[in-house]
Structures are given as structure tokens and as C-alpha cells.
């Protein structure tokens, strides 16, 4: 939820006059002298790391809490993420300067780069396999829930002039708090306990959270995983080896995808973006909420069916109806709408519905499987390091869209859309060529999907031949054409 929250509240707040007046007076002063270009308001770098530089410090993290979750525990790296959070936003309320709210943003990206570490294996770890996939998507519904709450705030917040913005920043401390405490009373997630060579401890922990004496299957598997996992020094290393290249290329694509598709920019500038195109002030936050609820709601839609569609049908159907909404967007802007027009009311609307059908498509394909596919396809001895890659290149893509966005904007104009749209119908191909179909495939079993991927098998090297996957020199030779 503090993920979200925060995406939420900086786009809120950057088009709160208050705000922009005290920290960013050149932005104020253009975007209220009526005769500035449209698309280029509010185009100013230092308004854009106040946004990004929470992701860069949450992306140099979040490989720092790697080491600290893997030797001091799930715990640990939680209740880090939520002091962290704690100090950020006590620095954010109490801001007196630009300095003063930039270290603010940056602590609270180091939370973010522990929670998104600590949190998700935290949940895999604890979870029953069966409802592996359905608490996994509860985190990225959480991180809608909080944009959807920071947009509602913000709502509520502009007519508190001067101050506003104080307690929408400040408000990112209640989470915090209930992180840091709640961390401090849960216990360790048995996986880990045993990886640390305390089995009696986790042994204790598996039955109390299973409430039966009887899991000796569940432990013993996982004794052999961690005895697996700790003969391994170095994961990172170990992930680059080419028996685990179709994981490492599902790790880095999957969530630089993600935000390729352009979600970000949608939601943390989205009163920046309906103000752009002329809505007012309040109308502009009005319509954030509602994309944020649509959001929301079309997470429930995914979690619902995406054991049953499966991982492949979703992500191209989403793909699909993203592109017409990116392109309907583009064209409306195009031609309705100049470097100095307003929108009429009839084509507002339009565009609301389209950016709403947007969300809607990518709150059910890439929103929930960008975090669940690279999280379900790891073996558990780079299940760490992987997590860490995918958060990372999640987090790095985040800030180079976040920082340029506004730029962007203003060079490409309306063709902003027709960029995002071209990635979309890029990353659809991917994953209809590239991604095997992963529903309902134990985590242990993986393996051997990429082996009997038509591309894959070709890229992975041989195996042993008494497992039975062993393949002769025929099926190599005729590949020298290709």
C-alpha cells in the first residue's frame, strides 16, 4: 500500500499550487501565465526528481537488501523498509526546503527497495502452494488500493490551502507505523530459519502456521532446498549461467515491460496529464480517482481468472485492447486538441473512458503478472537474486520514464501515446512467441518447460542423459540453417 501511496501522492501534490509556489516558483509562475505551450507546463527537471528520485534510491536498495534478507531474514528487511518509510515521510511533513523534501522521497525509496524485496518472498514463504498465486496478486491489488486511497486523499487535501499537501505527504506515516510494528510481532517464515541453520526453530514455526503437527513432506523439502540454496555463495553468478537464461530474460522483460507500457506516466501524472488537456483542477483529481478505482477493480478481475485463462491468454488480450486505447488517445489529441486548444466536453469525456479502458486492460494483463510470472518461475537457490533483478529493472525503468516523462511530453506531444503503443505491440509478440504457459506448473518443475520450449531447448545446455531429456546430435544439426 505505502508502494502505491506514494506513486499516488507525488502526482496529486505536483498540482497543488501551495506546493509548486514554495518548492518549484518557475513551474508556478508558467503554469498559471495562461499563454505557455500546453504540453510543456509543467516540464521542469527539478519537479521530476522530487517524483523519480524515490525509485533510483529504492533501486540502489532494493540490491542492498538482497544479502540482508537472505542473512537476517524476511523480518528483518520489513522492519527495515518500515523505519525507513517512518523517517521519509516525518521529512516530507516537516520540509522547509527542496533539499529537505528530496532526502524525504529518497528514504522513503529505500523502504520501498526493502519492502518490495522482504514483502513478496515473505508471502511466497508463507503462503500454502494453492493459494500461492492469489496472495501473490494481494500485493499488487495493495498497491493499487494505495494509489486509489492517495488519490482520494489528494482529493480531499487541495482545498486545504496552504498546508495541504503536508498532510497527503505526512499521511504515509500511518502505514509505516503498522509495518514496522506488525514486523516486529510476526514470526519468520520457516524457509528462512532453516536456511540460516535454525531448523528446530522453523520446524515450530511450519506447524504453527500449517496448524498440524504434520509436515514432514513440506519440511523435509524444504531442508533439501536450503541445503541446495546455501551450497550456493554467490546467486547472482550463479543466475547468469546459460541453464538459466530463460529466467534471466523473463526477469529483466517482464517489468521492464511493464512500464513500458506506459502505466506510470498514466498514474503518477495523471492530474498533471488531465490538466494538460484542459480539465480543472479538481476535475483533474476527480478523474485520477476514478482511473485509480478502475484499477483496483480490474485487479480483482485477474485474480479471479488467471489460474483458470492462464498467463498467456491475458497478457495478449491486454496487449491487444492497450493499443487501440493508446492509439484512440493519440488521435483524439491529435486533431482536437493543439499546443494551445482546450478539449470540448464531449471528447474530455472520450478521453477519460479510453484512458479508463487502458487501465482496466492493464490492471488484468501486465499490472499482476509483471510481478507474478518472474516471481513463479525462479528455482529456489537464485529465488533472491531474482527477485532482486526484477525489482531493480522494475524501479530503474520507473525512474528513467518517470524523470523523462514530462519532457517527453512536450517534445512528442500528442505522439507520447504512439511511443507506448509501439512497445505494447512489441511486448505482445514477445510473450506470444517467448512465454511458455506457466498456470498450474508446480515451482519445482519449471525446468522443464524451457526444455520443451521450441525456442529455449535450443538456447539451454544439454542435460545428463539419464533423466531421459538427453538429445542426440540430430535435432542440433539441423539448426545450422536457421
Not at 518549484?24 to 500546453?38: A, I, L, T, Y
Not at 498532510?167 to 506488525?182: D, E, I, Q, R, Y
Not at 541453520?197 to 503437527?213: K, N, Q, S
Not at 483542477?281 to 485520477?288: E, G, K
Amino acid at each position: 500500500s505505502i508502494f502505491g501511496y506514494d506513486i499516488g501522492i507525488s502526482g496529486g501534490v505536483t498540482s497543488m499550487d501551495p506546493f509548486l509556489e514554495k518548492f518549484f516558483p518557475v513551474v508556478f509562475r508558467r503554469k498559471n501565465s495562461g499563454h505557455q505551450n500546453n504540453y510543456c507546463k509543467y516540464d521542469n527537471q527539478g519537479l521530476s526528481a522530487f517524483t523519480s528520485s524515490l525509485y533510483l534510491a529504492g533501486l540502489v536498495s532494493s540490491l542492498v537488501a538482497s544479502p540482508v534478507t537472505r542473512n537476517y531474514g524476511r523480518r528483518a528487511s520489513i522492519v527495515c523498509g518500515g523505519i525507513s518509510f517512518l523517517i521519509g515521510a516525518i521529512l516530507n511533513v516537516a520540509a522547509v526546503n527542496l533539499e529537505m523534501l528530496i532526502l524525504g522521497r529518497i528514504m522513503l525509496g529505500v523502504g520501498i527497495g526493502f519492502g518490495n524485496q522482504g514483502v513478496p518472498l515473505y508471502l511466497s514463504e508463507m503462503a500454502p502452494a494453492h493459494l500461492r498465486g492469489g496472495l501473490n496478486m494481494m500485493f499488487q491489488l495493495a498497491t493499487t488500493l494505495g494509489i486509489f486511497t492517495a488519490n482520494m486523499v489528494n482529493y480531499g487535501t487541495q482545498n486545504l490551502k496552504p498546508w495541504g499537501w503536508r498532510l497527503s505527504l505526512g499521511l504515509a506515516a500511518a502505514p509505516a507505523l503498522l509495518m514496522t510494528v506488525g514486523g516486529l510481532l510476526l514470526p519468520e517464515t520457516p524457509n528462512s530459519l532453516i536456511e540460516r541453520g535454525r531448523a528446530e526453530e522453523g520446524r515450530r514455526i511450519l506447524e504453527r502456521i500449517r496448524g498440524t503437527a504434520d509436515v514432514d513432506a513440506e519440511f523435509m523439502d524444504m531442508s533439501e532446498a536450503s541445503e541446495l540454496a546455501n551450497t550456493i555463495k554467490n546467486p547472482f553468478r550463479n543466475i547468469l549461467e546459460p541453464r538459466n537464461r530463460p529466467q534471466l530474460v523473463m526477469a529483466v522483460c517482464m517489468p521492464a515491460f511493464q512500464i513500458l507500457t506506459g502505466i506510470n506516466s498514466i498514474l503518477f501524472y495523471a492530474p498533471v496529464l488531465f490538466q494538460t488537456m484542459g480539465f480543472g483542477a479538481s476535475a483533474s483529481l476527480y478523474s485520477s480517482v476514478i482511473t485509480g478505482a478502475v484499477l483496483f477493480l480490474s485487479t480483482l478481475i485477474s485474480i479471479a481468472t488467471v489460474d483458470r485463462l492462464g498467463r498467456r491468454k491475458l497478457l495478449i488480450s491486454g496487449g491487444i485492447q492497450m493499443i487501440v486505447c493508446q492509439v484512440i488517445v493519440a488521435v483524439i489529441l491529435g486533431v482536437k486538441f493543439g499546443t494551445d486548444k482546450q478539449l470540448s466536453r464531449s471528447y474530455s469525456i472520450v478521453v477519460v473512458v479510453v484512458i479508463c479502458l487502458f487501465v482496466m486492460a492493464f490492471g488484468w494483463s501486465w499490472g499482476p503478472l509483471g510481478w507474478t510470472v518472474p516471481s513463479e518461475i525462479f528455482p529456489l537457490e537464485t529465488r533472491s537474486a531474482g527477485q532482486s533483478i526484477t525489482v531493480a529493472v522494475n524501479l530503474f525503468f520507473t525512474f528513467v520514464i518517470a524523470q523523462a516523462f514530462l519532457s517527453m511530453l512536450c517534445a512528442f506531444k500528442f505522439g507520447i501515446f504512439l511511443f507506448f503503443a509501439a512497445w505494447i505491440t512489441v511486448m505482445t509478440v514477445f510473450v506470444y512467441v517467448f512465454l511458455p504457459e506457466t498456470k498450474g506448473v508446480p515451482i519445482e518443475e519449471m525446468v522443464l518447460l524451457w526444455r520443451k520450449h521450441w525456442f529455449w531447448k535450443k538456447v539451454m545446455p544439454d542435460m545428463p542423459l539419464e533423466d531421459g531429456w538427453g538429445e542426440g546430435g540430430g535435432e542440433r544439426a539441423d539448426n545450422k540453417g536457421h
